[in-house]
Structures are given as C-alpha cells and as structure tokens.
T-cell receptor, first 114, second 113 residues
Framework: GDSVTQMEGPVTLSEEAFLTINCTYT??????LFWYVQYPGEGLQLLLK?????DKGSNKGFEATYRKETTSFHLEKGSVQVSDSAVYFC?????????????FGAGTRLFVKA | DAGITQSPRHKVTETGTPVTLRCHQTENHRYMYWYRQDPGHGLRLIHYSYGVKDTDKGEVSDGYSVSRSKTEDFLLTLESATSSQTSVYFC????????????FGAGTRLSVL
C-alpha cells in the first residue's frame, strides 16, 4: 500500500541555519503531496503542496519540489527562525474507491535555538 | 480558520465505558476524517466519510465506529474503551479539491484509565 517515510527527529538547529527534512513516498497512482505543520497544542495546518511532478510548493520561506523520479518531496528553508519550531508532517493524498485518502509520515520535530 | 469544532477537548474515562467524540463543521465540506495521533506513528486514519451516511474504514478502525447523519457532524464512538485507545484524536475536513487539502480541528485528548 501507499506509504510516506520522513526523517526521524528531533532536528535541532540554530537560528538562520539551513533546514532540510527528507520525505520519500510510495504510491500506486499519482498522488498529491503535502507538508503540514503542527504547533504545540494545535491541529495540523497546511504549509505547502504540490499536485503533480516537478511542481514546487512554497510558503513562508519553505519550499518542496515533487520529484517523481526519486519519489521524494523534501522540505527546505534557507534560514530558520525560532518561530519555526514545530512538528512537520509529510503526506500524500490519492483518490481511492471511497474518495480521497491521505497518508501521513510519522512527523519530524524541529527545535530552533536563538 | 476553517470552522471545525471538536468536543470534548479533554476526557478521562475508565476502561470498558463507551465514549463518543464529536466533530462539527460549518464549511459544508464533503469529506470528514477521524485520526489518532500517537508518538512515533504520526497520524493514523480511523474512519472517514465521503457523504451523509457514507463512511469507510481506515487503517486502525478496530474498536471504533462512526456515524454521519448530517453533513456538519461526524461522531466517533469507542464502544468499550481500552487503555490502548488513550491518544489524541483529530477530526479533519476536506472538499476534495486542490489535491485534497485537509483542515484540522484542535484535537481531543482522551485518557482511558
């Protein structure tokens, strides 16, 4: 079945450092790919998305490119801030017999130190 | 913010008791989902609904049932709660558009003692 694998955390960085969180997926069809972010005590919220191969999603300085040849969707940010400390989830969504289903990775916790 | 309300936000119950969690939306979205979040597992789908009275199982549906009698409400029931069902439960909704972006409620923290 479909699956999402993302790098284990926690990831600890100093402010203004470069961030990469790796994400790879397996899917039978042509899924859409997402990064969601979860701040303490809250639900997940969409960070960015890409719906087809070679699309680049971007938001708030974060970027990720849908790479079909490597089945990857790595999250990057050039200069992290303390306020980026959160848990990041990679996810894929595909149309199934009963409608859309979304599969989430295990999440990667990011700590950014001042 | 998407209009999604989960109730209760926190609940402590005893093993063997029935528990119902409610998700209410004001967005008129077609799809509704129940997930549980546990350390090391990310979010796992319990059940989902693709319309009124139309529901299907997710990957961890054993011990859970759901009902959707109205577009806006999706109920999750634990018929006889067990300690393994201690978790944080999230409801999500989606239109099925834009690749199926999901919008999440704030979560319900359930402890089964």
């Amino acid at each position: 079945g479909d699956s999402v694998t993302q790098m284990e955390g926690p990831v600890t960085l100093s402010e203004e450092a470069f961030l990469t969180i790796n994400c790879t997926y397996t899917a039978t069809g042509y899924p859409s790919l997402f990064w969601y972010v979860q701040y303490p005590g809250e639900g997940l919220q969409l960070l960015l998305k890409a719906t087809k191969a070679d699309d680049k999603g971007s938001n708030k300085g974060f970027e990720a490119t849908y790479r079909k040849e490597t089945t990857s969707f790595h999250l990057e940010k050039g200069s992290v801030q303390v306020s980026d400390s959160a848990v990041y989830f990679c996810a894929l969504s595909e149309l199934d017999t009963g409608g859309f289903k979304t599969i989430f990775g295990a999440g990667t916790r990011l700590f950014v130190k001042a | 913010d998407a209009g999604i309300t989960q109730s209760p936000r926190h609940k402590v119950t005893e093993t063997g008791t029935p528990v119902t969690l409610r998700c209410h939306q004001t967005e008129n979205h077609r799809y509704m989902y129940w997930y549980r979040q546990d350390p090391g597992h990310g979010l796992r789908l319990i059940h989902y609904s693709y319309g009124v009275k139309d529901t299907d199982k997710g990957e961890v549906s054993d011990g859970y049932s759901v009902s959707r009698s109205k577009t806006e409400d999706f109920l999750l029931t634990l018929e006889s709660a067990t300690s393994s069902q201690t978790s944080v439960y999230f409801c999500a909704i989606s239109e099925g558009q834009g690749g199926n972006i999901q919008y999440f409620g704030a979560g319900t923290r359930l402890s089964v003692l």
